[in-house]
């Protein structure tokens, strides 16, 4: 891995003059980033995994940051100096669905991001931060947390969140930060919540967090028959599909009558297996009457709902291992590799100034 990163971009540490915020910006000391998969795919594999995407040089990247504002610009009345704000993954992003030209503004994909020490921000690109999250647990909520926030309420409006969820069961794939959120804000909603991984340390604790059943994926390759003997035949009410090409037709098998899948990620790979001989998924949806819904993270109103909900619940994410900003590349390397994680990796690169 170590090997496969040099051979690709290597991260650097830069120096930048800190620069002045124009009226609508604020200026913001960066105090905790959460990384995440995408963070490592762009400095492994950016040509692999993003054959569309170009990426500005000397690309910093990292999407979810939560800073101090340090000053703001003239015509900045939402924050003022020394409040917590979190970034947005997609800014344009401010409501309703997401469309295509949202994807063209994408701090640490599309522009520079946010591993660093300060960034100017427009006041319309960040969001407030409850005060009982830490900085390292609110970091995780701008891709993590609002993907599996939309995942769980793709079909209910804002401002009403999970109608319809109490007592169904979701199923989340693997012990990522997708998935922990997943499970945290599932149980929080009143949902049966399945967790699978490769590991039964990491089981035990997703049960401690409070799933209900678990499954080692490596141990029962048929997981999908396991979802459906655990729910009396009748299988997942929602599926977090994280794994793409070789989850996505288990998925299809256990997932319950109605029932939805989010398409969420890619983590065994983006091409079917080749000797895939499987019935045609227009079949497939017909017979169990199923949505397959594809989840682009969510837009502003919905991560600020999700705040909402999470300081009335009081949820704490999972921070599996906080980095200080030296030890970065470490950083990316340890979520890259996989296997280690569960829940969130963070960088913590400043304290707040006094
Ligand atoms: N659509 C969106 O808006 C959006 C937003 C965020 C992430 N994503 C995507 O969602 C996926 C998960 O992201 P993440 O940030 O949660 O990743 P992550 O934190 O890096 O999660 C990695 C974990 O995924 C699990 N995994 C790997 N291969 C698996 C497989 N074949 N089946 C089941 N689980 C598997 C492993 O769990 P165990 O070690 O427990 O086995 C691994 O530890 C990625 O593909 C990412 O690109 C999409």
Redesign the pocket.
């Known amino acids: 891995m170590a090997d496969q990163l040099r051979r690709h971009r290597q991260p650097q540490v830069t120096t930048f003059t800190v620069a002045t915020p124009s009226p609508t910006q604020i200026l913001v000391k960066i105090l905790a980033v959460a990384l995440?998969?995408?963070d490592g795919e762009i400095i492994q594999a950016p040509m692999k995994h993003h054959k569309t995407a170009t990426f500005p040089s000397n690309l910093v990247i990292g999407s979810d940051a939560v800073g101090q504002v340090i000053s703001v610009g003239s015509s900045v009345t939402q924050f003022k100096p020394n409040d917590r704000v979190l970034s947005l993954c997609f800014p344009l992003h401010q409501t309703g669905p997401a469309k295509a030209a949202y994807l063209a503004d994408s701090p640490g994909m599309t522009d520079q991001g946010v591993l660093t020490e300060y960034k100017l921000f427009e006041d319309w690109a960040v969001v407030g931060v409850p005060d009982y999250l830490t900085d390292e647990e609110a970091a995780t909520f701008p891709?993590?947390g609002t993907?599996a926030w939309m995942s769980l309420n793709y079909f209910n409006p804002i401002g009403v969140p999970n109608i319809g969820l109490q007592g169904k069961t979701l199923l989340v794939?693997?012990?990522?930060?997708?998935?922990i959120m997943g499970l945290q804000l599932g149980k929080a909603s009143g949902m049966k919540v399945i967790v699978?991984?490769?590991?039964d340390s990491?089981l035990e604790r997703a049960t401690a967090l409070g799933a209900d059943y678990t499954i080692n994926?490596r141990t029962h390759p048929d997981w999908d028959q396991k979802v459906l003997e655990l729910t009396d035949g009748k299988g997942a009410d929602l599926i977090f599909e994280?794994?793409g090409a070789?989850?996505t037709s288990q998925s299809m098998d256990c997932i319950a009558f109605g029932g939805t899948i989010a398409s969420?990620?890619?983590?065994?790979g983006k091409t079917d297996p080749p000797d895939a001989n499987r019935t045609n998924i227009n079949v497939r949806a017909l017979a169990r009457n199923f949505v397959l819904v594809g989840?682009?993270?969510g837009p502003k109103d919905r991560l600020q709902e999700l705040l909402r909900f999470v300081e009335q619940h009081q949820v704490r994410p999972v921070v599996d291992k906080v980095f200080s900003f030296e030890e970065g590349q470490e950083a990316v390397r340890y979520?890259w590799e996989?296997?280690s994680?569960f829940g969130k990796v963070v960088v913590r690169v400043a304290s707040a100034s006094s």
């Open positions: 995440n998969y995408k891709i993590a993907t794939q693997g012990t990522g930060g997708v998935s699978t991984s490769s590991s990491k994926y994280n794994g070789y989850t969420i990620g890619y983590l065994s989840i682009l993270n979520l996989g296997g994680s």
